[in-house]
């Protein structure tokens, strides 16, 4: 069994900055890529950003320029820095990751329950 948790979120002003972040535990030997999507009321999940373990990244034309995304391999964490947002940034958060959890194991999908994070005045 593998558990991604997020957190980080909360209620933020425009032209705040949070930062988030994922845990993955349980039975991992290895993660892949690590991903950030978002979800917005009444809209398709989406993705923000991603990472491979060698830390190439692609954003969001959306968010390109103002969010980074990171990992720390060796804590299996995956951040999402978020600077300069705006009220579409609003929605849940979502963290995904590839695990494999056995050496030449397949590696399969798992999801974080969520962050909200709100851009209001």
């Known amino acids: 069994q593998v558990q991604l948790v997020e957190s980080g979120g909360g209620l933020v002003q425009p032209g705040g900055s949070l930062r988030l972040s994922c845990a993955a535990s349980?039975?991992?030997?290895?993660?892949?890529?690590m991903d950030w999507y978002r979800q917005a009321p009444g809209k398709e999940r989406e993705l923000v950003a991603g990472i491979t373990t060698s830390g190439s990244t692609n954003y969001a034309d959306s968010v390109k320029g103002r969010f980074t995304i990171s990992r720390d391999n060796a804590k299996n964490m995956v951040y999402l820095q978020m600077n300069s947002l705006k009220p579409e940034d609003t929605a849940v958060y979502y963290c995904?990751?590839?695990?494999?959890?056995?050496?030449?194991?397949?590696?399969?999908?798992?999801w974080g329950q969520g962050t909200q994070v709100t851009v209001s005045s």
């Open positions: 349980g039975s991992i030997f290895s993660i892949n890529t």
């Open positions: 995904n990751a590839e695990v494999a959890e056995a050496v030449g194991g397949l590696y399969d999908g798992y």
